[in-house]
């Protein structure tokens, strides 16, 4: 069984950064790629950004160059740095994993609220 647990969100202004942690904990061996995702009041899950068991990365356009995701294997933690937030980055941001043996099967962590004021 897997665990995710995020943190580091919170409230800043346009322009600051934040960054969002991912701890694991259980099944670590069973993760295949992994993303962190968004949502607001009302509307669908998005991907945010992605990171491939061999660290390919991609990222929603609306992201793009403001973004980073990344994950420490040797702590077990899976990263997203955010710089020049936004207001309409206001969301809960949450960590999935894919299971490395089907990538149909995820688990979720609990969701950090991330808000940003202008």
């Known amino acids: 069984q897997l665990t995710l647990v995020e943190s580091g969100g919170g409230s800043v202004q346009a322009g600051g950064s934040l960054r969002l942690s991912c701890a694991m904990f259980g099944s670590i061996f069973t993760i295949g790629d992994m993303g962190w995702y968004r949502q607001t009041p009302g509307n669908e899950r998005d991907l945010v950004a992605s990171?491939?068991?061999?660290?390919?990365?991609k990222y929603a356009d609306f992201v793009k160059g403001r973004f980073t995701i990344s994950r420490d294997k040797t702590q077990d933690i899976l990263y997203l740095q955010m710089d020049n937030l936004q207001p309409e980055d206001t969301a809960v941001y949450y960590c999935?994993?894919?299971?490395?043996?089907?990538?149909?099967?995820?688990?979720w962590g609990k969701g950090t609220q991330v808000t940003v004021s202008s």
């Open positions: 990171i491939s068991t061999d660290g390919v990365t």
């Open positions: 999935r994993a894919d299971y490395l043996f089907d990538d149909n099967i995820h688990d």
